[in-house]
C-alpha cells in the first residue's frame, strides 16, 4: 500500500487554466505538508495543514489554494496558471502517533507543465 | 531564517569507496534533521532521522551524524554500490510543525 499517493503524476496544461493535485496518506498522521520542486531542483515548503487547520502559509501567490476535507487529504488547487508554476509538486505527512519521531513521508511528486 | 549548503554538489566514485556527503545549516535551533535520497523523476526516500538531542544514526550501510552546535551533518554510506546513484537531499526541521528547510543536494554516481 502506497503511504503518501498522489494525482495525477503528470499534469500538463495550458496558462490561464486552473488545475488540482490530490494527495492522500493512509499513515495515520495528523500533518500534511505541499512542498514544490523548481527547474533547479530546489524543494520549499508552501503549505502545512494539522488536524484540517492551516499552521504554514509560506509567501505563496493566492492563486493557490489547499484544501484538506479530513486529516487524510490535502488537495491543492491553483487559478489562472502561469508558466511559472511549472514544477514538481510534493505531498507529505507527519506526525500525530504515539512515539511519533517527526519524521516525514513523501508522494511520489505531480510534474505541472504549464504551456 | 535557516540556510542549508550541501558539499560537494557533485561526487563520482568507484564501486566500494565510501562516500561521505556534509551538510552545514546555519540556525543551530532544529528539532531534528533527516537525510533522504531522490531519484530521477522520483519521489523522497527517508534515510535516516537524526534527533536534536542526539549525535548519530545508523541503518545498515548509512550512518549519520549531527553536531547541532557547529550546525553541521555529515552522512556516510559505506562500501557504495551503483544502486547508491542518486541526489542525496539534508534537511533540518526548525519546528515540530514540520518546515524542512532543504539544501540543494549532493549527487552521487558511482560507477561499476
Known amino acids: 500500500d502506497t503511504a503518501v499517493s498522489q494525482t495525477p503524476k503528470y499534469l500538463v496544461t495550458q496558462m490561464g487554466n486552473d488545475k488540482s493535485i490530490k494527495c492522500e496518506q493512509n499513515l495515520g498522521h495528523d500533518t500534511m505538508y505541499w512542498y514544490k520542486q523548481d527547474s533547479k531542483k530546489f524543494l520549499k515548503i508552501m503549505f502545512s495543514?494539522?488536524?484540517?487547520?492551516?499552521?504554514i502559509n509560506e509567501t505563496v501567490p493566492n492563486r493557490f489554494s489547499p484544501k484538506s476535507p479530513d486529516k487524510a487529504h490535502l488537495n491543492l488547487h491553483i487559478n489562472s496558471l502561469e508558466l511559472g508554476d511549472s514544477a514538481v509538486y510534493f505531498c507529505?505527512?507527519?506526525?500525530?502517533?504515539?512515539?511519533?519521531?517527526?519524521?516525514?513521508?513523501f508522494g511520489e511528486g505531480s510534474r505541472l507543465t504549464v504551456l | 531564517k535557516q540556510e542549508v549548503t550541501q558539499i560537494p554538489a557533485a561526487l563520482s566514485v568507484p564501486e566500494g569507496e565510501n562516500l561521505v556527503l556534509n551538510c552545514s545549516f546555519t540556525?543551530?535551533?532544529?528539532?531534528?534533521l533527516q537525510w533522504f535520497r531522490q531519484d530521477p523523476g522520483k519521489g523522497l526516500t527517508s534515510l535516516l532521522l537524526?534527533?536534536?538531542?542526539?549525535r548519530e544514526q545508523t541503518s545498515g550501510r548509512l550512518n549519520a551524524s549531527l553536531d547541532k552546535s557547529s550546525g553541521r551533518s555529515t552522512l556516510y554510506i559505506a562500501a557504495s554500490q551503483p544502486g547508491d546513484s542518486a541526489t542525496y537531499l539534508c534537511?533540518?526541521?526548525?519546528?515540530?510543525?514540520?518546515?524542512?528547510?532543504f539544501g540543494a543536494g549532493t549527487q552521487v554516481v558511482v560507477t561499476p
Open positions: 540556525d543551530s535551533a532544529i528539532y531534528n
Open positions: 537524526i534527533q536534536s538531542s542526539q
Open positions: 495543514y494539522n488536524n484540517k487547520e492551516l499552521i
Open positions: 507529505a505527512s507527519s506526525g500525530g502517533l504515539a512515539g511519533d519521531t517527526g519524521e516525514l513521508f
Open positions: 534537511a533540518p526541521k526548525g519546528d515540530s510543525w514540520g518546515k524542512l528547510q
